[in-house]
C-alpha cells in the first residue's frame, strides 16, 4: 500500500496515537468480500437449499441478510446474481440502511443513490409497500442505478437525477425516512479501491465537507416531524463525521442524535475530535450525544472504514403508513378528461426532458396498450393505475407530488413500451414478476446449458410441454424465462423457438 497519501497518515497517527500501529495493520490483511440476499425474492434457508454457495458463507453480525463469501466464490458470475437473488456489497456499506429503521409503507428517500447498494437493501426492507425514491445528481450514474433497482425486482421505486435544492419544493417534509449516503474523500476505502488513495487529494476532505453540509440542509427540509434521516460516510476525516453532525446540530435544534449500539466490533463516534468552540456552543451533552453515533474500523471488525449517524427530527411520532390506502385516496385528484389530456402532454414533454430532448413517439393509448398485454399475459395482483411518458408505461406504487421541472428517470416501475399498436415488456417487468405472475414460464436449473445459452442471448429449442401455460392460454407468445424458479428475462414461444428477448445491456457474452 505504498500510494496511502503521507499527508492522511500523519493526521491518522495523530488522531489514533496508540492505536496507530494497530490501524495500520490492516492495511496488510487481505479484503472481505459480502454479498446480501434480497428479501424480494428469497431468504436465507432457501437459497442455502438452492446454492452450494449459502453453505460456505458467514453471517455479517450488523446486517439481516449480509454474508462474507470467499473471493473465489465469485458470485456475480453466477446465473442467481443474474436474477437478483443477491447484491454484492462490501459488509461495512450494509450498516446504515439496518440504521434507518426502513417499515413497510414507509415514503423512503435515498438522495445520493448511485449506483444503487443501499437502494436496493431499502426496497428489501419496504417489502413492496410505501416507496423509495432514489436520487444521484449524476446523470451517467442513475443509469447503473435504474439497472440495479430493475434487477432486484424493485416494483416501488421512483429514481430521479437532481440537485437536492431542486427536490425540497415537490418533497417539503414528505419522507418518513431518509439516507443521506454523502459523497466523501474515501479514505475508508483506501485498501479496497487504490484508486481512492490516487484521487484523495482531489476531493479534498474542505470541498467534500462543503458539499456535504448542502446536502444535509435539503434532506433536513424534506424529512416528515419524527422521522428519521441516517448519514453516512465511507471515511475517517472528523470533518465529514462527528464535526459535520456537530455543525448540523448547532443549526437545526430541531434534531437529535439517536444512540445507536450496534453488534459486532462497531466502535462509538469521537466527540473529543471536533472542535473546542463547536464543543462550546453545542453543550455538553449534546457534544457528548455524538458518542452515539458509530465508526467501523478496518482493524477492528471485518469491514472497511464507515461513520454513520441517526438523527431524528422532533415532531409528532413516527409510524410507518398503516392507513397508507386512506391517505392515498385523499391524496387523489379528480381527473375529468381535460386535466387528463392536459397532464398526458406534460408528461410527453417531462419524458422528452428526461430524454435529454429526443422527441418522445407518442403511440395510440399506451396505457390500453399495457392493460391488454396484462390481461392477456399475466396474472398480477394489481389494481395500481398506470401512467405513461410518450409511449413508455409506469406504474408507480404511491401517487407522488408532481414531479414538473425534475428530472425524472424512472416515475415508478417501468414495465413496457407501445410500438406500432403492440405492447413490448420490459426487462424491468420481467425482473419484478414472480414466476406465478406469467401466464407463460419456462424455468431450467443454474447448472444447465440452456440458462448459460439464454444468458449469451441465443435462441433456445423448447416444446410446449416444458413450459408451465395458464389454462386457456395459448403456447405461443411471451414466456417468462427463469432459473429454479426466479425470472431472467423474457422470451418469444412460436412454433417449437424460443427467441431471446433479454435486453442487450442484460446479456453475458
Ligand atoms: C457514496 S456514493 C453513494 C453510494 C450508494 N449510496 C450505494 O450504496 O450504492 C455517493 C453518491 O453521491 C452522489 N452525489 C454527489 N454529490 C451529490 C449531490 N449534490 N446530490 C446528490 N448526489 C450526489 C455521487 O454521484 C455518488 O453516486
Avoid at 13 to 19: S, T, W
Avoid at 45 to 73: C, F, H, I
Avoid at 101 to 113: E, F, I, Q, S, T
Avoid at 332 to 356: C, L, M, N, Q
Wanted: hydrophobic share 35%.
Amino acid at each position: 500500500m505504498g500510494n496511502i497519501p503521507a499527508k492522511f497518515l500523519a493526521k491518522m497517527k495523530n488522531l489514533l496515537q496508540a492505536e496507530y500501529d494497530n490501524f495500520m495493520s490492516s492495511y496488510e490483511w487481505p479484503r472481505v468480500y459480502g454479498l446480501r440476499l434480497n428479501p424480494l425474492k428469497i431468504d436465507a434457508d432457501q437459497w442455502k437449499q438452492l446454492s452450494p454457495m449459502g453453505e460456505n458463507v458467514r453471517p455479517v453480525p450488523w446486517a439481516t441478510e449480509g454474508y462474507y463469501y470467499k473471493e473465489d466464490e465469485r458470485p456475480g458470475k453466477h446465473p442467481h446474481y443474474h436474477a437478483g437473488l443477491y447484491y454484492i456489497q462490501e459488509p461495512s456499506a450494509m450498516l446504515p440502511v439496518e440504521l434507518l429503521d426502513v417499515r413497510p409503507g414507509h415514503r423512503v428517500l435515498d438522495l445520493c443513490a448511485a449506483p444503487g447498494g443501499k437502494t436496493t437493501q431499502i426496497a428489501g426492507k419496504l417489502k413492496g409497500e410505501g416507496v423509495i425514491v432514489s436520487n444521484d445528481n449524476a446523470a451517467e450514474r442513475t443509469k447503473a442505478l435504474a439497472k440495479n433497482i430493475e434487477l432486484s425486482g424493485v416494483r416501488n421505486a421512483a429514481v430521479l437525477n437532481e440537485e437536492p435544492p431542486a427536490l425540497v419544493p415537490a418533497f417539503r417534509e414528505w419522507f418518513d425516512r431518509i439516507l443521506v449516503d454523502a459523497p466523501c474523500s474515501g479514505e475508508g476505502m483506501f485498501r479496497k479501491d487504490e484508486g481512492m488513495a490516487a484521487s484523495w487529494e482531489k476531493h479534498s476532505v474542505e470541498r467534500c465537507t462543503i458539499m456535504q453540509r448542502d446536502i444535509l440542509e435539503n434532506a433536513s427540509a424534506m424529512l416528515a416531524p419524527g422521522g428519521l434521516l441516517v448519514y453516512s460516510t465511507c471515511t475517517f476525516s472528523p470533518e465529514e463525521n462527528e464535526s459535520q453532525i456537530a455543525d448540523f446540530l448547532l443549526r437545526h435544534p430541531e434534531f437529535r442524535v439517536e444512540e445507536v449500539r450496534p453488534p459486532g466490533g462497531i466502535s462509538p463516534g469521537r466527540p473529543e475530535w471536533i472542535d473546542a468552540a463547536a464543543s462550546r456552543e453545542l453543550g455538553a451533552d449534546t457534544t457528548a450525544s455524538l458518542a452515539g453515533t458509530v465508526r467501523l474500523w478496518p482493524h477492528l471488525l471485518e469491514g472497511e472504514g464507515h461513520y454513520a449517524a441517526v438523527l431524528r427530527k422532533s415532531g409528532e411520532t413516527d409510524s410507518p403508513r398503516a392507513s397508507l390506502a386512506i391517505y392515498e385516496e385523499t391524496q387523489k385528484e379528480i381527473v375529468t378528461p381535460a386535466v387528463k389530456r392536459k397532464k398526458d402532454k406534460k408528461r410527453t414533454e417531462e419524458a422528452r426532458h428526461a430524454r435529454g430532448g429526443k422527441s418522445a413517439v407518442s403511440e395510440d393509448d399506451p396505457i390500453s396498450a399495457w392493460r391488454k398485454f396484462a390481461a392477456e399475459e399475466l396474472q398480477l395482483d394489481e389494481s395500481a393505475e398506470a401512467i405513461h411518458y410518450g409511449s413508455i408505461v409506469y406504474v408507480p406504487s404511491v401517487q407522488l407530488p408532481s414531479l414538473d421541472r425534475l428530472r425524472v428517470v424512472r416515475p415508478g416501475w417501468y414495465v413496457g413500451e407501445a410500438k406500432k399498436g403492440r405492447f413490448v415488456p420490459s426487462q424491468a417487468l420481467a425482473m419484478g414478476l414472480k414466476r406465478a405472475e406469467s401466464k407463460r414460464s419456462i424455468s431450467w436449473n443454474a447448472e444447465s446449458e440452456e440458462i448459460q445459452r439464454y444468458l449469451k442471448g441465443e435462441t433456445l429449442f423448447v416444446r410446449p410441454e416444458e413450459m408451465d401455460i395458464a389454462q386457456g392460454a395459448a403456447a405461443k407468445g411471451y414466456v417468462l424465462v427463469c432459473v429454479d424458479g426466479y425470472p431472467l428475462g423474457w422470451g418469444k414461444y412460436v412454433d417449437g423457438m424460443l427467441k431471446n428477448e433479454l435486453s442487450s445491456g442484460w446479456r453475458q457474452i
